[in-house]
Each structure stands twice: as C-alpha cells, then as structure tokens.
C-alpha cells in the first residue's frame, strides 16, 4: 500500500515537471499536439517571433522589452493618433497625470504635428528656469522623437521619478535646441477663478484647465463662492482645456443643468449609454457664456456642446478641436495599458463632431466670435469680448 502511495507521488511529480518543461519549450511538439496545448496559432506565431528575436538578434533585448515593442507597433499600425499603448512605467505616468499630480517639467501642452506645443509654463517649474515660452515646440524626449505619437504618450515620456532628469528637445521658429531639466512635483492648478465688474454689474470666471479625476468638485467651490458674493452672471473658460474623464464631463455640466441629456456613447464592443445630469444643479439658472479655442477638446467639447444643444449657454471664442471620439483604458496583465479608441460619442442634438473615422471634425461652431491676439501680452480679447456678452444678458 505504502509503495503505491509512493509510486503515485513520483509519477505526479514526473508529470509536474514535464507539463512546465512543455509549457516552456512548446516549439518542440509535433503540430497536432502543440495547438491545442499553447492555444491559437496566431499566438503561437507572436510567441515564437518574439523568441527567435530574443535568441537570434545580434543585439540583446529582453521578452518584455520585445512583447512591449510588439505592443506598440500593433497600436500604432491602426493609424490612430488618439489610441495609444502605455508600458508600464508610462501608465503609471499617466494615471498620475490624470490624478493632477505628477513629476514633471511644469508645463501645459497641446498636440502639434511633429509633438507637444507648449501652451502654459507654470512659475517656479524647471521649465521656466530653462527659459521656455509659450509657442515652443517639444518635439524630442531623450533618443525618442515626438512625431506621431499621441498626446498622452508624449507626455508619458516627459514625466517620470522625481528628482529624475529627462533631455527634452525644444523648437523655436527654426532654432531647435536641447535641454535637460530635473523632474519636480507639479501641483496642477486645474481651476482658477476670479470676478470681475463690467457695465456696473459683478461677474463671475472660472477657468478648467483640464477634466481630471475631482476637477467637478474644483468648479462646483469656486461656483458657490461667487454664487455667495452674488455674481450675476458667469464666463466658463475651457480654452485650451484638452480633455479627460468623460465622468467628469457629465458631473461638470451637471452643476449648470437640472437634468436631461448630456452625451451618449456608442462602440462595436461597448454598450450604448447615455449620460444624463445627475445630482443636485448647483447654477441652473445663472446667466453663462462658455469661452472656447481651437484647443478645446474632447470632454471640453462635450460639456460645451451640451450647454450649447440644450439652449444654457451661448459659445463665445473660436472653432472647437473637433474630437468625436472616446477611448477607453485597459489594464494589461504586465502592468501596462491599452488606451484605445472604443467607440464615438454624441450630443444631446445627436450630432458628432469628428471626422470620418478617427479624423479631426468640424468641432464646435461658437455662437459669438472672438480671438485673443497673443501680441498683446497685458490684454485678453477673447474673455473681453464674453465679459461683454454675459454682462449685456445678467440682470
């Protein structure tokens, strides 16, 4: 008895140590074995691709270093600017970035062509030490260039460990020069507010940087402090306000609306959803102006276009970014992500502002024209201008 107990044991061990030999050397199988033990064979393919290049190359890198790369290169085959593959010291970047704190260079950015465009340089920060300026274009982080790359990436490169150095490649006009600055804590002022007295009557700004985790708490205290110095009427800033959680979008718009629709959703993978104002409007009847550039984007332009459709707020400022599309994040099992586009999203009038397919569309159409002119550094037109338009409609 004792002996066949013993026996059985060494046999299970026998197994054991086969199935992780297989599970390591699948290659070795015959066909008809291997397939259904390593799954299908466009995975086995990847996995064996990655193996010889790991095994041949002349150069050395590791599995994670090629499946990372592997990744990447899917992504970036869909030629979509928006979709994007973090790795996992970049998501980890990212979800900092999307909690409004982060080890970065101090800067605010929008998409250019061949990188990130700075739009804001923060006092204090490494970036204005090394005399960068609004206009300045980053094209190159360390050996990697920006071209190509889509927004959250980019920025993924530029931040990173604090106290870490990152060398940042800077176009001005037709100089280009690098840099090297040490990463610091940047505290993002994603709302700032003030109040202003035009025609006799007091009125209220608030300017969203950006739509980050909490940003609708952020605007619903600056609301009711000026709602208590009795503001009669606001201007909501989002020019050059890129984004972010379309959460946020739908809490943001809801302090300005009692209820109804705010966006809808649609994906092949996704169900459809529509995101109507929830909780308690905390200003559903202040007279309001939503000031807007060619740099409000995304979630900016769902709240824009949601106060627009729905009669609440006149559009002052220019033609919007033209974002119709939503991604979604998704956890990978290495600790990176896939940041990918997932589906469209609608107004509350059903209309998209995209292009065909992942294109940048007609975006929002403001229903009072203004520009700032940036050659005059002491003036704002574009907030004169809405200033102007609210006082002449608060009573």
Do not use: W
């Amino acid at each position: 008895m004792i002996r066949r107990a013993l026996a059985s044991l060494v046999l299970c061990l026998i197994l054991l140590c086969a199935g992780i030999y297989v599970g390591a050397h699948p290659n070795g199988l015959p066909g008809f074995i291997r397939d259904p033990l390593v799954g299908d064979s466009d995975t086995r393919i990847m996995g064996e691709a990655i193996d010889t290049i790991h095994n041949t190359y002349y150069r050395e890198y590791s599995k994670d270093d090629l499946s990372n790369r592997a990744i990447g290169g899917a992504v970036r085959s869909l030629n979509d600017r928006f979709s994007n593959y973090f790795d996992p010291e970049s998501y980890r970047a990212f979800k900092l970035n999307q909690n409004g704190q982060f080890a970065g260079i101090g800067v605010e950015v929008i998409k250019d062509p061949d990188g990130l465009k700075i739009a804001k340089v923060y006092d204090n920060s490494p970036a204005s030490g090394a005399k960068l300026r609004p206009g300045d274009v980053i094209t190159g982080v360390g050996t990697s260039s920006l071209h190509g790359r889509s927004s959250d990436a980019s920025i993924a490169l530029i931040q990173g460990r604090l106290g870490t150095d990152v060398k940042i490649t800077v176009r001005r006009g037709r100089d280009t020069r690098t840099v090297t600055l040490t990463r610091s804590n940047i505290d993002v002022p994603v709302v700032a507010s003030a109040e202003k007295t035009v025609d006799g009557k007091k009125l209220g700004i608030i300017v969203l940087s950006q739509f980050s985790s909490g940003a609708h708490a952020e605007v619903a205290a600056a609301l009711q402090r000026q709602l208590r110095d009795r503001v009669k009427g606001l201007v909501f800033d989002l020019r050059g306000n890129p984004g972010g959680l379309v959460t946020e979008a739908q809490l943001v718009a809801s302090e300005f609306l009692k209820d109804g629709k705010i966006v809808t959703t649609k994906g092949r993978s996704v169900p459809t959803r529509t995101l109507d104002a929830t909780g308690d409007a905390i200003a559903p009847t202040l007279p309001m102006v939503v000031l807007v550039d060619r740099n409000s984007a995304s979630a900016a332009e769902i709240v824009s276009g949601a106060l627009q459709d729905r009669k609440r707020a006149e559009l002052v400022g220019t033609r919007t970014f033209g974002k119709g599309v939503f991604q979604e994040v998704i956890d990978l099992s290495n600790g990176g992500a896939l940041d990918i586009t997932a589906g469209q999203y609608f107004l509350p009038s059903g209309r998209n502002l995209g292009g065909k397919g992942t294109d940048t569309g007609s975006g929002l159409t403001p229903d009072v024209k203004a520009q700032d002119n940036p050659k005059t550094t002491n003036k704002d037109e574009g907030l004169d201008k809405a200033l102007d338009v609210i006082a002449a409609k608060a009573s």
